[in-house]
């Protein structure tokens, strides 16, 4: 990281169409028997409501500070830092600065050092605070000391960026993370598990819970859970096997998917991106698409798609496919002229992974733990959605273990040990051969004698036993 320039970049998803989620109440304690009340505390994990604003932000609310200033934070799997917009950020909208470093009794300055965070093509600037930090209640689930960036200026007022009040990180806490909130409430107490569930939704109630996750959101009862290892330890990234629709791949080779809260798409790289244009364009060539932007529409109400479309699927690193019906991956809106058109929420990105946002978590209760780094999923109660075992069986090439990048001079060069394989096998099939044939001569010597002695030619007896 670029830490010594006293620059921290951190990578979200672009905020254009950004998501909140709010944190209000903690329902399921007010609604539980007392006996399940004290299991719960037992367990210190919590719910709390998420609320959607627009069509695709969601936000949960913080408390920041000894004077308890409140915060909608946008709720981001994708990304590390806490953020919030402070009062001495001229460039924020007013009812945007929720936090004032000056006023708050609680607050430590953290390192003299100027943060930028970059969110897409625009940015963040801000400072580091140490301060109480509280979720759900402004007093009782919080993390004292935490360390969070107060934002100071933002490049672009007009962008749907200066719109927010910050940003929840909740990417996993590894070391070139910036500090984790969920790590935090489990160091100091607050929560028993490492690990965090969420549920998002266009209609029905989005809810969080910290230190576990809620299966009463599960469409059955005993719902399988499906889990898959993290497959890089500073993000949600778990492998990817194929994208398909019917019985055509798009999967070009791109191995990995990203677990992203905030996008409000599915998005692919360009090779698969292009595979699945030119198959939408074999099942409906009205597809409209920009390949610059990395998007594609129908000019055309999305119900006549719906039943034209197939389920988009996805398979992680085993045999089932979650599926994605075209409901949910296609997005209706309405022109200056009032004419109805059809956006696709699936895209290109410039990116070497796909990444898995909204409508994917819309069909999907997701569970995110820190112990185990690794990412589970099962279908909620409010999906039309399907998971089978249909995926396609691949050759597994066993992974490399996970090593650091710097060459390490102590260990022996993989080609050498290679080298040496080769060599010793080699040298054994040479013995071998040579034991063989000194064997297979003196046999065939002693046969040809025998024969010789019992038919006389010599000739017939060698091709008998060659
Ligand atoms: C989702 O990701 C794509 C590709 O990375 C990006 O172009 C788009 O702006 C993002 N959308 C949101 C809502 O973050
Ligand atoms: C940070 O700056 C303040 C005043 O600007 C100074 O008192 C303090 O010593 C500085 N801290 C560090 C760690 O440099
Ligand atoms: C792992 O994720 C980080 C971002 O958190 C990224 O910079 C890095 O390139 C990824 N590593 C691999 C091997 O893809
Ligand atoms: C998809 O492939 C399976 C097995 O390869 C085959 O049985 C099935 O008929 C195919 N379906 C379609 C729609 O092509």
Not at 243 to 267: C, Q, R
Not at 268 to 273: M, Q, V
Not at 296 to 322: A, E, H, S, V, W
Request: net charge negative; aromatic share 12%; hydrophobic share 35%.
């Amino acid at each position: 990281m670029i830490k010594s320039f006293s620059i921290v970049s951190m990578l979200l998803a672009p905020l254009v169409l950004s998501q909140t989620f709010k944190v209000e109440v903690t329902r399921s304690e007010a609604a539980l028997p007392e006996k399940l009340l004290q299991q719960s505390k037992l367990n210190k994990e919590f719910e709390v409501a998420i609320n959607r604003f627009s069509t695709y932000r969601y936000t949960g609310k913080f408390y920041f500070g000894s004077k308890a200033s409140d915060a909608d934070l946008i709720l981001d799997t994708d990304s590390d830092w806490m953020l919030v917009e402070s009062q001495q950020c001229d460039a924020c909208l007013p009812t945007h600065r929720r936090y004032n470093p000056l006023t708050s009794t609680t607050q430590t300055p953290g390192s003299n050092e100027t943060f930028i965070l970059y969110l897409d093509d625009n940015f963040y600037v801000g400072d580091d605070y140490y301060d109480t930090v509280c979720v759900a209640d402004s007093s009782k689930y919080c993390a004292k000391d935490f360390k969070f960036i107060a934002v100071t200026d933002i490049n672009k007022v007009t962008s749907e960026l200066a719109k927010i009040d910050g940003v929840v990180g909740l990417g996993p806490d590894d070391p070139s993370n910036g500090p984790s909130f969920i790590a935090e409430l489990y160091n100091q107490g607050v929560i028993g598990k490492k690990m965090f569930g969420i549920q998002v939704g266009f209609n029905q109630k989005s809810e969080m819970m910290f230190g576990g996750w809620d299966d009463t959101w599960m469409k059955t009862r005993g719902e399988n859970i499906y889990f898959y290892p993290q497959s890089n330890q500073s993000r949600w990234e778990i492998e990817l096997r194929d994208l398909k629709m019917k019985n055509t791949s798009f999967w070009e080779g791109s191995k990995k998917a990203v677990i992203d809260s905030f996008n409000d798409s599915i998005t692919f790289p360009d090779a698969e991106f292009q595979v699945f244009k030119t198959y939408i364009e074999s099942i409906d060539h009205t597809i409209d698409c920009d390949n610059t932007k990395g998007t594609c529409r129908f000019n055309d109400d999305c119900t006549t798609k719906y039943t034209k479309l197939p389920q988009l699927r996805i398979q992680f690193g085993d045999m089932n496919t979650f599926a994605i019906n075209p409901k949910d991956y296609l997005f209706g809106q309405v022109d200056g002229g009032n004419r109805a058109f059809c956006t696709f929420l699936i895209k290109k990105n410039n990116k070497d992974y796909v990444q898995i946002g909204q409508p994917f978590l819309k069909n999907f209760y997701a569970i995110f733990d820190f112990e185990s780094g690794s990412v589970g999923f099962f279908l909620h109660a409010y999906t039309n959605s399907e998971v089978n075992s249909d995926g396609v069986e691949r050759v597994v090439t066993p992974q490399p273990p996970i090593t650091d990048d710097s060459p390490s001079d102590d260990k022996f060069p993989i080609w050498a040990i290679i080298l040496i394989v080769v060599v010793l096998i080699g040298g054994l099939l040479a013995l071998g051969a040579v034991a063989f044939i000194k064997i297979r001569n003196k046999r065939l010597q002693q046969n040809l004698s025998q024969y010789n002695q019992l038919e006389g030619t010599k000739g017939k007896a060698g091709k008998t036993l060659q």
